[in-house]
Nanobody, 124 residues
Framework: QVQLVVSGGGLVQPGGSLRLSCTASGGLFTINTMGWYRQAPANQRDLVALSTSGGSTEYTEYADSVKGRFTISMDNAKKTVDLQMNNLKPGDTAVYYC???????????????WGQGTQVTVSS
């Protein structure tokens, strides 16, 4: 069973920065994708940023609303993914979740796991 542990989050003023970190553990597995989603009250859980491993190449994807402000970085060897969030806005307030898609064996099926959420509040 793959576990994801999330750290970071908190309260920050508009224009401020926060960094979220997520570490995967729990046996042998190969990471295909790690990323971040967020869910504001009464809203659905939406993609923030994803990083997908493609051999020697890493592919990233961002929600339009965070492009140019957020940066995702995945370390496949350490099984970690960070989200650096700059120039935060009140609209970024949400619970942020880490997700990973892994293979437990070569050529096997993909499995998806979620970490616990962490609250990010942007307010003056």
């Amino acid at each position: 069973q793959v576990q994801l542990v999330v750290s970071g989050g908190g309260l920050v003023q508009p224009g401020g920065s926060l960094r979220l970190s997520c570490t995967a553990s729990g046996g042998l597995f190969t990471i295909n994708t790690m990323g971040w989603y967020r869910q504001a009250p009464a809203n659905q859980r939406d993609l923030v940023a994803l990083s997908t491993s493609g051999g020697s190449t890493e592919y990233t994807e961002y929600a339009d609303s965070v492009k140019g402000r957020f940066t995702i970085s995945m370390d496949n060897a350490k099984k970690t993914v960070d989200l650096q969030m700059n120039n935060l806005k009140p609209g970024d307030t949400a619970v942020y979740y880490c997700k990973t898609i892994v293979r437990l064996r070569v050529g096997g099926p993909y499995y998806q796991y979620w970490g616990q959420g962490t609250q990010v509040t942007v307010s003056s």
